[in-house]
Antibody
Framework: EVQLVESGGGLVQPGRSLKLSCLAS????????MNWIRQAPGKGLEWVAS????????YYADTVKGRFTISRDNAKNTLYLQMTSLRSEDTALYYC??????WGQGVMVTVSS | DIQMTQSPSFLSASVGDRVTLSCKAS??????LAWYQQKLGEAPKLLIY???SLQTGIPSRFSGSGSGTDFTLTISSLQPEDVATYFC?????????FGGGTKLELK
């Protein structure tokens, strides 16, 4: 069974940093591109960042480019999202997504003073 | 970015009804369209990929069609457990973009 378990969320002040993790199991992690997708409270879904299976290709939404870094450790079956210079508009539920098929339960990030 | 427009935003239907949801892309996305179901407090669940392929384990009352810019999700006979929000995703080009969703309720 495919499982994606996010962690690392919480309440953080504007301008600070936070690092999200996503532990994958039930499939060969190193074979799949992975994504972070977020949903702000009461808003639609936004594709945040993507990374290919071998980390050769990385993409960021314009809204986070230069502030967020996606990475992965295939030996640890883990996807990461390093978030810096956080803003109130980054407040959202962050989902770890395998390709386009399986989604984690999400982790909440709240940016507020 | 490619804009995805879903309609209707809200839909009220009865058990057993045939329900049709629409998703339109602002430009050609070939068949790279996925449909998801999201129930309150749960993660989205993939129903349809590549516009018309049923994801493993999804009931056959769900079906998808379309290509290019116009796509449809059909529920052939609505069941109570189908109450949810449905949204589409295009992944033909970066960044993937989502429709605004259709909230489906029972009449």
């Amino acid at each position: 069974e495919v499982q994606l378990v996010e962690s690392g969320g919480g309440l953080v002040q504007p301008g600070r940093s936070l690092k999200l993790s996503c532990l994958a199991s039930g499939f060969t992690f190193s074979n799949y591109g992975m994504n972070w997708i977020r949903q702000a409270p009461g808003k639609g879904l936004e594709w945040v960042a993507s990374i290919s299976s071998s980390s050769s290709y990385i993409y960021y939404a314009d809204t986070v480019k230069g502030r967020f870094t996606i990475s992965r450790d295939n030996a640890k079956n883990t996807l990461y999202l390093q978030m810096t210079s956080l803003r109130s508009e980054d407040t959202a539920l962050y989902y770890c997504v395998r390709s386009v098929d399986y989604w984690g339960q999400g982790v909440m990030v709240t940016v507020s003073s | 970015d490619i804009q995805m427009t879903q309609s209707p935003s809200f839909l009220s239907a009865s058990v057993g009804d045939r329900v049709t949801l629409s998703c339109k892309a602002s430009q050609n996305i070939n068949k790279y369209l996925a449909w998801y179901q999201q129930k309150l407090g749960e993660a989205p669940k993939l129903l349809i990929y590549n516009a018309n392929s049923l994801q493993t384990g999804i009931p056959s009352r769900f079906s998808g069609s379309g290509s290019g810019t116009d796509f449809t999700l059909t529920i052939s006979s609505l069941q109570p457990e189908d109450v949810a929000t449905y949204f589409c995703l295009q992944h033909n080009s970066w960044p993937g973009t989502f429709g605004g969703g259709t909230k489906l309720e029972l009449k």
